[in-house]
């Protein structure tokens, strides 16, 4: 399984950015897909993840009503739509697949066996 992040740049506070995730290498019907970031200096955090098999979805508390994870079947690729993005949302954001990930944990990186190389967010004040 190979994942292909890509979309993150230089902001504004109150812009939107879109971060793609480009999966391949399985077919992903009951795969989770996770969004994690990690800001200078601190640990790598949920984001949000996305279950491929019926579209539910998770959200951190700090981005939920700003971003939004979407999916393109038949490009096999995850999106992350951040609007009203603010200074503390710069980080470096990984994507992130599992084929076994539970409800229960899939806020925890460990759950996680797959990432891309990770993109790099920056929002400016």
């Known amino acids: 399984v190979q994942l292909q992040a890509s979309g993150g740049g230089l902001v504004q506070a109150g812009g939107s950015l879109r971060l793609s995730c480009a999966a391949s290498g399985r077919t992903f019907g009951n795969w989770m897909m996770g969004w994690f970031r990690q800001a200078p200096g601190k640990d790598r955090e949920f984001v949000t993840a996305?279950?491929?098999?019926?579209?539910?979805?998770a959200y951190a508390d700090s981005v939920k009503g700003r971003f939004t994870i979407s999916r393109d079947n038949a490009k096999n690729t995850v999106y992350l739509q951040m609007n009203s993005l603010k200074p503390e949302d710069t980080a470096v954001y990984y994507c992130?697949?599992?084929?076994?990930?539970?409800?229960?944990?899939?806020?925890?990186?460990?759950?996680?066996?797959?990432w891309g190389q990770g993109t790099l967010v920056t929002v400016s004040s």
């Open positions: 992130a697949a599992d084929d076994s990930v539970l409800i229960s944990t899939l806020r925890h990186e460990a759950s996680y066996d797959y």
């Open positions: 996305f279950r491929w098999s019926d579209g539910s979805t």
